[in-house]
């Protein structure tokens, strides 16, 4: 299928079928009643739903929601959940099967061919349109559920890039992700990152660095901070993912050795936060036409937040009120 974007930006979004929504929590029963409720014209039921959202008990900061918890369980996430949370990072592994990840590395270096601009991987929102195995570590189930466990139900996509490493690259410097957005940093994470590496991932091979606990600082490192402070290398084997929260200070560390370190960056950011790139309305909608549930999450089709419609998306309106407190 073509997912090019076909310049039909006109389209109205609300008209459109969206996957139903499967991930349901007590509180979306209460998001369906505020549809009928207006379209009954019954202002006070409208208004006693969205009063029982806002005051509706929030999961602290680093705690597992009600209704994430059982599939944290089911794909035997609690470690990295913990240790994201304790230490900013975290190794996934068994995400995805040997030839799904050749596919994926082979991808990576097929797309910086064909894009002279980008000797060293590809930025933006070319990649997943034109490239299904991207699509689908966007979409990753074991993913998804780490992330909604890191930066909340609901959240969005806000990056897809891909970087090739070579001997005598430059290494890029201490610093976090979420670098745009005011300090102190909020003591939820805004914005997670997920590098999947194509390539083992061993101090000779310039994989990424972090200082450990650092998110609990809630800001960059300084000028003196960036030149002096001791990073350890996130050491895993190809085929695993290396994830961080967006206040981690990391860096990365030389190549020493020859060869190409291949991977794919993906990163998610809260429901009420803008994302790094943007996919043109004619593309999402064929992203979610193919990849269905997930991808609508990502593309935020479930919130009412950027849209031309704004607060008349009813029931988007009550779900992003609903998600910020999980
Ligand atoms: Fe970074």
Known sequence: MDVTNDGNEGAAHASLPLPARTQRGPDDDLVDRASEFISGGDADGFMDVFNRLQGS???PPGEISEE???RVREFGLERNCRELW???YTVVE???PPEYWRDLRATILKAASGDPGARAGSMGSTLMPSYPVVAEAAINPKMMVLAEFSVGAGFILSNVASSIRRKGDRCIGLHCDQVWHPVPFPEHNLFLT??????DFTPEAGPTTVVPGSPARRRPPNL???GSTATVPIECKAGSIAVWDGRIWHDNA???IDGERAVLHVSYTRLMLRQMEVYPRSVQDRLVERYGEPMAQLMGRYDFLAKPEGKAYV???MRAIAYARR
Request: include cysteine; proline fraction near 11%; charge should be negative.
């Open 194 to 199: 997920a590098c999947w590496a194509c390539d």
């Open 68 to 70: 994430l918890a059982p």
């Open 57 to 59: 008990p929030a999961t």
């Open 315 to 317: 029931d988007g309106f």
């Open 94 to 96: 068994d995400a995805a």
């Open 254 to 256: 030389p190549r020493t």
């Open 224 to 226: 003196d901070e960036i």
């Open 86 to 88: 304790e230490q900013g």
